[in-house]
Structures are given as C-alpha cells and as structure tokens.
C-alpha cells in the first residue's frame, strides 16, 4: 500500500515593515506551505473471513507427431530414421484471467507530532515566550483500516436442481439443518 498525506503547513512570520513589534504585540505575515508526504508499507494478512482464490497458473505444452524417414547412404535400407517433423510446431496453452483483489478505504486515523527544532526568541522586543524558528521535525503514525476484497463464485443450492435440499416453504427462514444427511 502507498499513497501520500496531505499536510497544509499555515505559519506566520514577523513584519517590522507592517508594524514594529513591542512586549505587547507582534504583527506578522501569514503563509500558507502545502506538501505530500509520501508514505509505502506492507503487510500480511493473517485472518481471513473467506480464504482468497489463488491465481490460476497459465499453462503451455508443445507435442509433436513422429515421423519416418529414410537414412542416408551408408545405414542398412531396412533402417529408418523415427523422429518428429521438424518443420512444424505443435502446442496447446491455457491462459486464465485471474481476478486481482482490490482495497476499500474504511477509515483513516492521523496522529501527528511536529517540533520546532530551531526555535529562537523574536529580536528586539515582543511578548513573552514568542520567537521564530525555520525547521520542523514532524512524526506520524497513520492508522488505516482497509477492506480486502477479491470477486468470487460461490454455489448456490436449488431446491429444483439439488436432490439434497429440502423444498422451501413460503417466507420460512433455512439454517444449516436443512439439508438431509448423505445416505450411503
């Protein structure tokens, strides 16, 4: 799986030219930075609720058809050379169209840590704890929660076509039990 989050990184820089700063105020221009953060990782699935269908395996065999023919000069004329016609080519191959699982997004959880890890107090005068720094170290844990899905046929039982299945009767709900026991 892989994909990218998002992040819109709003900041504001201190402007003197707007209006200096005093121990009571600091005016600033906003900015706005977007960015993907790129994200890959891979994981086993362990538990299923129905097992996946595995790909069928494309097959090819070549055959040929003997063939006899006379021998050169210098072989008994009894003989005679038992092999295949080399000027044609025989095959049979099976191609299978398997169906590839596919993902749902089901949820999405985002736990993010960012640090300012150049941080130093504004120049010349400003409020209390105010200051400016140019990097950001962020951390992120992303929780993602997916659905697995690959397209399969399943059988269905027919009261008409099933020598096992009991007749339904109207609007009445089946259980396992339906089915009578396989005589011998």
Request: charged share 30%; with cysteine; hydrophobic share 30%.
């Amino acid at each position: 799986m892989k994909g990218f989050v998002r992040k819109n990184i709003q900041y504001a820089s201190p402007s003197p030219k707007i209006e200096q700063g005093t121990a009571h105020s600091v005016a600033s221009h906003l900015h706005s930075y977007t960015v993907n953060i790129p994200f890959e990782c891979v994981t086993e699935i362990k538990k299923f609720l129905s097992m996946p269908v595995m790909p069928e395996v494309n097959t090819r065999e070549e055959f040929d058809f003997s063939v006899k023919k006379t021998l050169p000069e210098g072989f008994p004329e009894k003989d005679q050379l038992l092999t295949s016609d080399l000027s044609q080519f025989h095959q049979e191959s099976s191609q299978f169209y398997n169906e590839l699982p596919y993902g749902e997004l089901i949820s999405s959880k985002i736990i993010e840590w960012d640090e300012a890890i150049d941080r130093e107090p504004i120049p010349d005068e400003s409020p209390h704890h105010e200051g400016m720094f140019t990097k950001v170290e962020e951390k992120m844990v992303l929780d993602i929660v997916l659905k697995v899905l690959q397209n399969q046929q399943i059988r269905v039982s027919s009261a008409t076509n099933d020598k096992k299945c009991k007749p339904c009767k109207p609007w009445e709900h089946h259980h396992d039990d339906d089915y009578d026991e396989e005589e011998d």
